[in-house]
């Protein structure tokens, strides 16, 4: 019995920490004036990260197949603004 609770504990520990080790969007405003630059273009890629995400989302690419779709996605995207 005291394994069984351990194992739920576990189980639950896991489940709701798992929204917090995700990686939040930078806000350029917020950091001193001499990191926004970079701040900035760190934005543009977590934001153009999220569309692609979104875009294998919306295509059900499969897990294993994520990585590269994401890969080809920002390739794409890098090409296009040149």
Do not use: H, W
């Not at 609770?5 to 520990?13: E, G, H, K, T, W």
């Not at 920490?17 to 917020?30: E, M, R, V, W, Y």
């Not at 990191?35 to 989302?57: G, I």
């Amino acid at each position: 019995m005291k394994t069984v609770r351990i194992y739920f504990a576990l189980v639950a520990a896991l489940v709701f920490s798992g929204p917090g080790f995700a990686q939040k969007l930078i806000d350029p405003d917020s950091v001193a004036p001499e990191f926004r630059a970079v701040a900035e273009k760190r934005r543009a890629e977590q934001l153009a990260l999220n569309q692609c995400a979104r875009k294998a989302s919306d295509a059900k690419v499969l897990l294993r197949d994520r990585a590269a779709f994401i890969s080809d996605c920002l390739d794409k995207n890098k090409q296009n603004s040149k």
